[in-house]
């Protein structure tokens, strides 16, 4: 039997330790440079690539104190309706609803578990860093698979294991010496934590965390009463679980064995064959970056949606270039021509590469911008179809670019 409910010591947590750090002024925000990861107006074609982009009813499950905002300023063609347990998280939402006139955002004090009740299905459900903190994440993932509309996507984000091993080492040994989430003990704990070894197993999330340094953050991080992590399997277990689809990773490319390799790594052209799930698997354990998972998912009849450089048809595709992919910024230490960046990626393009990324606008298909190509470049192949083939299909295993079917 699932277990529908929630630990009361979580909604004590994220009512007392505002998380995430909440966003003032999401005009500034975006000024500064920041955007939604999963933002399905932005991205339509990257969760339906196989239909018209149209108003989305949207669903955040644990919106936090500014993400339920995020999509409704966003999106100001979609109705946003976001929940959560915690009346501070909800607080700081209502702030941003009210500073940016969001009439298109629905604000309920209610937990995922209740969903059903408002008796609506949603075309995009976007839980992030939630599930995790149920007592039965996967009672929470049937609720909120339960009023995922036909053709929708849910798209969320767990906690990695890799890379949080140490993580719950630290929470053992506080929760051990009695450490509660009191003023006092957090601070202590931030003391205590000035001391951990050179060779503890958390130092590489440290690393790679800007939440360690708040407060908040910090509880968040080794103080949390309840949370868990998923390996690559755990992530496919976890989608059959809740009676869904694994769709794809929000960034295939940060699973993909070509995204990290080179043709010199010993097993290179072995590890390259691999089916993706397995790739996948290689990677997290391997090179242990992955603090969260960030997936897809939809109802198991759901079709159509399938990307492949095999079939014909695929010059028909149109490419978008996904959010922060760009040219090397100039300034660059040494800037070179035909290089691009993204995240954690540097690609360096051949002539006609580089002219193909250019003619792509999100409006051309595949075989217009071959002519584009064709048209600018002062390299032009042999075989332009072959090499935009190679292309098209590399940078989408990559997550660079992202395909509209038709
Ligand atoms: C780590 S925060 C993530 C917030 C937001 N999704 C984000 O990514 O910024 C977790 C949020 O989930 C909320 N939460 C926990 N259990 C919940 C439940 N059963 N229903 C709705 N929200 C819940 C908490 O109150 C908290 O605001």
């Known amino acids: 039997m699932r277990k529908r409910k929630d630990n009361p010591k979580v909604r004590e947590q994220y009512r007392k330790w ?23 107006g932005r991205d339509f074609n990257l969760f339906w690539p196989d239909r018209d982009k149209r108003p989305l009813d949207i669903l955040v499950a644990g919106c936090g104190t500014s993400q339920g905002a995020g999509q409704a300023y966003f999106n100001r063609d979609c109705q946003v309706t ?17 500073r940016h006139g969001l009439t298109n955002l629905e604000i309920l004090e209610l937990s995922l578990f209740d969903v059903g009740a408002l008796n609506r299905k949603f075309d995009f459900i976007v839980s992030t860093g939630v599930l995790h903190h149920l007592p039965d994440p996967v009672a929470g993932g049937q609720a ?13 984000m767990l906690y990695g294991s890799t890379l949080r091993a140490g993580v719950y080492m630290l929470q053992e040994a506080f929760r051990a010496a009695g450490i509660t989430q009191s003023d006092a003990d957090v601070a202590l704990t931030r003391q205590m934590c000035q001391h951990l070894p050179r060779h503890h197993a958390i130092q590489p999330f440290i690393a790679q ?29 976890f989608a059959d679980d809740i009676g869904l689809k694994f769709r794809g990773w929000l960034d ?56 492949s450089f095999e079939a014909d048809g695929w010059q028909h595709y149109t490419p978008f270039k996904i959010i922060g992919l760009r040219p090397e910024p100039p300034g660059a ?18 002539p006609f590469d ?53």
């Open 252 to 307: 295939r490319g940060a699973y993909a064995a070509a995204s990290f390799l080179l043709p010199n790594f010993p097993g290179y052209e072995r590890l390259i064959a691999l089916p993706a799930t397995e790739q996948a698997t290689f990677i997290d354990n391997f090179f242990q970056m992955h603090k969260v998972h960030r997936f897809n998912l939809c109802h198991r009849s759901a079709t159509g949606y399938e990307i």
């Open 209 to 237: 965390s800007g939440d360690w340094k708040h407060d908040a953050g910090l509880v968040d991080i080794v103080l949390h009463p309840q949370d868990r992590a998923y390996s690559v399997p755990e992530i496919f277990g």
């Open 18 to 40: 505002v998380y995430p750090k909440p966003v003032k002024d999401l005009d500034e925000w975006r000024k500064a440079g920041n955007f939604q990861l999963a933002d399905p």
């Open 354 to 406: 580089q002219a193909l990324m250019e003619a792509i606008d999100g409006k051309r298909t595949v075989a217009q911008c071959i002519e584009q190509a064709s048209a600018k470049s002062k390299h032009m192949p042999d075989d332009p179809v072959d090499v935009a083939h190679a292309f098209m299909s590399a940078m989408w295993e990559r997550g660079h670019l992202y395909f509209r079917k038709g």
């Open 333 to 350: 230490a040494a800037q070179r021509p035909n290089v691009w960046k993204r995240d954690r990626f540097t690609i360096a393009l051949g």
């Open 144 to 156: 909120l698979a339960d009023v995922l509309a036909p053709d929708g996507v849910m798209h969320l």
């Open 82 to 98: 976001a929940i959560d347990i915690s009346e501070t998280s909800l607080r700081c939402t209502r702030d941003l609803k009210d």
